[in-house]
Every structure is written in structure tokens, then in C-alpha cells.
């Protein structure tokens, strides 16, 4: 069966300090990727998502994220972390073929802690 | 444009009892998915539904049943609950489209506290 794994459960960085969330797959072939991000008392947003093309993908507030097929992996990054960025986050994939919005598998999270 | 929108924002219920949870997709999007989100771990997939029909399921028991009605808007009930029912309940609403990975726009969800 198809899996998501964060090995990071909890990360605590300060203000200005790089950024990268791993985010592991199990499955052979194609698939959807994305990053899913919960801010304090939000709902589930989306961040960034892959579906073809460029491995390098961008996101909304400096996030990127780069797709590595050989590694089976997506790890999330920012250059430089801001308070603001406290939030879970969520690695996800789905298989593409499947009629739209195909169930997504998400990983179990990980929180980031600013440090002001 | 409204989001995606859930009801009620917490439910306090007892072991054995059976729950209603309300979900309206965000405006123009015509299928559904719920999720369950136990505490400290990520979604998981409960079913999917599209054309009223439920379309794709999860590893979750009968008990855990759903119904989209023609506006899009979809329910899910669980019948003899579990403390292990306990949870944030996330909806989740896209458009269906070819390919698949269609990005879905989720709720705030339900936070249901089982007794």
C-alpha cells in the first residue's frame, strides 16, 4: 500500500534559519505530490503541489519544493524562515489517473516552531 | 466566495451514540471527501463522493456511512461510536477533472469528543 513518511515530527528553528522538511513515498510509479500546511486555528491549505515537468517546484510564501523520483522523495524548503511560518505541515500524494480528487495519503506531520 | 464550510465546529457525544456531520463544498466544486484526523497524526481517507454516489473508501469499518445530495453537499454519519471515533473531521471539496490531483480545498472541520 502507498505511504507518506515524515521523519521529522517536530522541528524548532529561529527567525532567518534555513528550512527543509523531509517527506518520504512508497510507490513505484507516477504520482501527484504536494505539501499541505495547517496554521494555528486554520484550516488545511495548500502549498505547493507536482504533478509533471520542472522537479522544482515553487510555492506560496518562498516555499519549494524538489521532486527526486530516484530517492522517492519531496523534501519542502525555505532559504529563510519567519515567525509567521509556525504551523504542520503535511507531505501528501495521490496517483494521477484516478478521477479527480483521487483519495490523498498524507503523511502524519510535522510541526514547525519559530523562535521569534 | 465561500469556502468550504462544516457543521457544527464540535460535538461532544457519548460511546454507542450515532453523529451527523455537515459539509458544503466551496461554490462550483461537485465532489467530496472526508477525512479523519486523530490527534498528532495526518488525514486519514474516509470516501469520496461524486454524483451522490460514494466513489472511492478508505480503511474504514461500516459504521462510518456518508450521502452527497444534489446541491454537492454531503454528510457523513458513524453509527455506534468508539472512543477511538474521536477526531477532527476534515471535508474536503474539488472539481472533478481528468488526471486526477486535483488540488482540494478543505474545512475547519468538526472536532467530535466521544464520552
Known amino acids: 500500500a502507498q505511504s507518506v513518511s515524515q521523519h521529522n515530527h517536530h522541528v524548532i528553528l529561529s527567525e532567518a534559519a534555513s528550512l527543509e522538511l523531509g517527506c518520504n513515498y512508497s510507490y513505484g510509479g507516477t504520482v501527484n505530490l504536494f505539501w499541505y500546511v495547517q496554521y494555528p486555528g486554520q484550516h488545511l491549505q495548500l502549498l505547493l503541489k507536482y504533478f509533471s515537468g520542472d522537479p522544482l517546484v515553487k510555492g506560496i510564501k518562498g516555499f519549494e519544493a524538489e521532486f527526486i523520483k530516484s530517492k522517492f522523495s519531496f523534501n519542502l524548503r525555505k532559504p529563510s524562515v519567519q515567525w509567521s511560518d509556525t504551523a504542520e505541515y503535511f507531505c501528501?500524494?495521490?496517483?494521477?489517473?484516478?478521477?479527480?480528487?483521487?483519495?490523498?495519503?498524507f503523511g502524519s506531520g510535522t510541526r514547525l516552531s519559530i523562535r521569534p | 466566495d465561500a469556502g468550504v464550510t462544516q457543521s457544527p465546529t464540535h460535538l461532544i457525544k457519548t460511546r454507542g451514540q450515532q453523529v451527523t456531520l455537515r459539509c458544503s463544498p466551496k461554490?462550483?466544486?461537485?465532489?467530496v471527501s472526508w477525512y479523519q484526523q486523530a490527534l498528532g497524526q495526518g488525514p486519514q481517507f474516509i470516501f469520496q463522493y461524486y454524483e451522490e454516489e460514494e466513489r472511492q473508501r478508505g480503511n474504514f469499518p461500516d459504521r462510518f456511512s456518508g450521502h452527497q445530495f444534489p446541491n454537492y453537499s454531503s454528510e457523513l454519519n458513524v453509527n455506534a461510536l468508539l472512543l477511538g471515533d474521536s477526531a477532527l473531521y476534515l471535508c474536503?471539496?474539488?472539481?472533478?477533472?481528468?488526471?486526477?490531483?486535483?488540488?482540494?480545498?478543505f474545512g475547519d472541520g468538526t472536532r467530535l469528543s466521544i464520552l
Open positions: 461554490s462550483g466544486h461537485d465532489t
Open positions: 474536503a471539496s474539488s472539481l472533478k477533472g481528468a488526471g486526477g490531483g486535483q488540488p482540494q480545498h
Open positions: 501528501a500524494v495521490n496517483l494521477p489517473g484516478y478521477s479527480s480528487a483521487s483519495k490523498i495519503i
